[in-house]
């Protein structure tokens, strides 16, 4: 079977404190800040190997970000992927889930013949869990997210969801969009070999220019949602401590409940 | 002199840093308390392809450097002396194999080897023969078709976990080293038996097992190199073994070093950190700069290894000194941490208990100092 992963960049959250937000756009600066793939992400990547491995196939991996993002592409070409696409452009800059979702589409497209898209739930940077259901839209394909468990037999697809507080198990023919969370498996690492080869693989770059794309529909200009200020919220009020022995803690407690008439 | 990794250099050792510590740092102390042997991080070895990595293309490995090998294990040592050492044993077998061993044992050897599928292990030590190595005891004698030990090993690393052994026997006792003969030996051939687990005063999760020759057959062709000739085996894996074990020693060294660090910019004693202290920082300074000189001398061995220089002076030096750093610096580790340094909470016991062993295998400090006197009063 022939898998498509998209996979995202987020910055490492390890090295917040470098991440700038544009003032212009309030959009993430993403360049020149270290980044990682999207942790879902790479749970995505792990399950597209191991159905690879079970039922032979192809994986492919995409990414749209800075030319940068070609590091986590070539991860994921360590990891065991075949091939690796990135979509990197001035042109993209800025896109939200809307145009995201669309370019990926546009994309897919253009790589071929599939029988599944594998994505993340969500990114960790802004968290939206859109860009999935947004490509399932575009394509005109099922979609099921949050998937947990995957099983492939001959044309259908059996998915665990996890919900709130419920697993539901729903089927739907190929090809269809899933979107997994971190339950599903334990991504590996790259092995040397992987490494080693995956840095002599070439990554293709694709611009706005390879792909038959309708100029209205990317980057800033076709992402209706629009960042009106981003800022850091104020801590929350203080609590006070009680410390001491513990039945002269309880009963300052007592008295600040009664006090405050809280029960 | 260049002294700057390579691109690949960096990678490898990103991956490995990455893994030891998020795999291999984590179980170093459980593993170590409950003597089980780390089986996880053997099979993630295996996976990352790390046992392959001094192994030519050829025989299923990566082709690469002894100094990258070093530089790994170092890594490894540091996050688990343990794992380090197993993977060290693992090299007193293949490379033997790499460099006495036929076209046919090779093919037969190295491949599952490279793949971590088999463990290689190292065996000359006897009751009766360890720094005097040409004292072995136990005998071969030789066939029609095979030749027939009789004997036993003790202290083998990696004793019954491996597959794949270099034994140092003797074809004629009265001959001392110039009957040695090596063999290849494989688990489960007839009449190759486990006996004694050894405890240990540190490393208890490190297989150190007693090997049982009872009539044992050994294939004529497993014979490595030729016979009455085990002794030049035995002393060139020796060599290269201790750029291993002394890479080990100064993992070992650098974790002690690093929690001792730590442990001093947070402790505060008389209203400051310890590391205010210039008892403390004059401390941590001679620890430090050990630590640096030990890794130049062992990288410096591994690269004229891997330039096909004479490098078993080298070799001894490193060993000799990384060990004897490494149990200096756990011993201050221990000290700046104190009472809690004391304690089985902190790993810095731990540490110092595993230095010792390194003073003491792959040739002792006083054969090492033997070793390097004899070589430089020739030169």
């Known amino acids: 079977m022939n898998i498509i992963v998209c996979i995202k960049q987020v910055p490492d959250t390890e090295q917040l404190q470098k991440v700038k937000v544009d003032p212009q756009t309030n959009t993430l600066v993403r360049e020149g800040v270290p980044g990682i793939i999207n942790p879902f992400d790479e749970n995505a990547i792990e399950e597209a190997l191991r159905l690879k491995e079970k039922k032979g196939g192809k994986v492919n991996v995409l990414s749209m970000g800075p030319s940068q993002a070609a590091e986590s592409l070539r991860k994921a070409l360590a990891m065991g992927v075949d091939e690796a696409v990135l979509l990197s452009d001035r042109l993209f800059a800025g896109s939200d889930t809307l145009a995201t979702s669309y370019t990926l589409a546009m994309a897919i497209k253009r790589i071929g013949p599939f029988d599944l898209i594998l994505l993340g739930k ?132 007592i008295l600040e409940i009664e006090k405050r008439s809280i029960i | 002199m260049d002294f700057s990794l390579s691109d690949d250099q960096k990678m490898i050792l990103e991956l490995v840093e990455e893994v030891s510590q998020a795999e291999f740092a984590l179980r170093a102390d459980e593993i170590s308390k409950k003597g089980e042997f780390p089986g996880e991080n053997i099979k993630k070895l295996a996976e990352l392809d790390l046992f392959g990595v001094t192994i030519p293309k050829e025989y299923g490995g990566l082709g690469m450097d002894y100094l990258t090998w070093t530089l790994v294990s170092e890594k490894i040592s540091k996050a688990c002396a343990t794992t380090g050492l197993i993977f060290g044993a693992n090299l007193l077998c293949t490379y033997p194999l790499m460099v006495f061993g036929t076209e046919d044992q090779k093919r037969k050897f190295l491949p599952p080897l490279a793949r971590g599928e088999a463990l290689g292990a190292f065996a000359l030590t006897e009751p009766e023969a360890g720094s005097d190595a040409g004292n072995v005891q136990t005998i071969a004698k030789k066939g029609e078709d095979h030749y027939t030990l009789n004997g036993s090993k003790i202290f083998i690393t990696n004793g019954e976990v491996a597959h794949t052994y270099i034994v140092i026997t003797t074809m004629d006792r009265s001959l001392g080293p110039r009957g040695l003969t090596a063999f290849i030996l494989e688990k489960g051939t007839s009449g190759f038996s486990f006996g004694q687990h050894f405890e240990k005063m540190g490393l208890s999760a490190l297989p150190n097992v007693e090997l049982i020759f009872h009539d044992c057959r050994v294939p004529k062709e497993n014979l490595l190199y030729k016979e009455k000739r085990g002794f030049r085996v035995a002393m060139q894996t020796f060599a290269a073994g201790r750029i291993g074990v002394g890479i080990g020693a100064l993992g070992v060294a650098e974790a002690a070093f690093e929690e001792a660090k730590k442990y001093s910019k947070q402790r505060v004693q008389f209203g400051r950190s310890i590391s205010s202290f210039q008892a403390i920082q004059h401390t941590l300074a001679d620890m430090a700069t050990e630590i640096e000189g030990a890794k130049y001398l062992l990288y410096r061995a591994a690269w004229l290894l891997d330039q096909g220089k004479p490098f078993e002076k080298l070799a001894s030096m490193g060993k000799l000194y990384a060990s004897e750093v490494a149990m200096k610096v756990t011993t201050k580790a221990v000290q700046i941490l104190g009472g809690y340094g004391y304690t089985k909470d902190y790993p810095v016991e731990r540490y110092m208990r595993e230095a010792k062993l390194f003073e003491i295998i792959e040739g002792t400090s006083e054969i090492q100092r033997g070793v390097i006197a004899n070589k430089i009063l020739k030169e």
Not at chain 1, 139 to 156: F, G, M, S
């Open chain 1, 122 to 253: 969500q990114a960790i940077d802004g968290d939206t869990a859109q860009v999935g259901p947004g490509l399932a839209e575009w394509l005109n394909l099922p979609q099921i997210t949050y998937a947990r468990k995957i099983e492939v037999n001959e044309d259908k697809i059996r998915v665990e969801r996890v919900l709130e507080d419920v697993f539901e198990v729903v089927e739907s023919p190929l090809p269809v969009v899933v979107t997994v969370t971190k339950d599903i498996n334990e991504p590996r690492y790259p092995s040397l070999r992987g490494l080693i080869r995956a840095k002599a693989e070439k990554i293709s770059t694709w611009t706005a220019e390879d792909l038959p794309l309708d100029k209205r529909r990317i980057g800033l200009e076709g992402s209706p949602t629009q960042v009106i200020k981003v800022f850091i919220p104020k801590p929350p009020r203080k609590g006070d401590i009680l410390s001491g022995e513990i039945s002269q803690v309880v009963d300052k407690l």
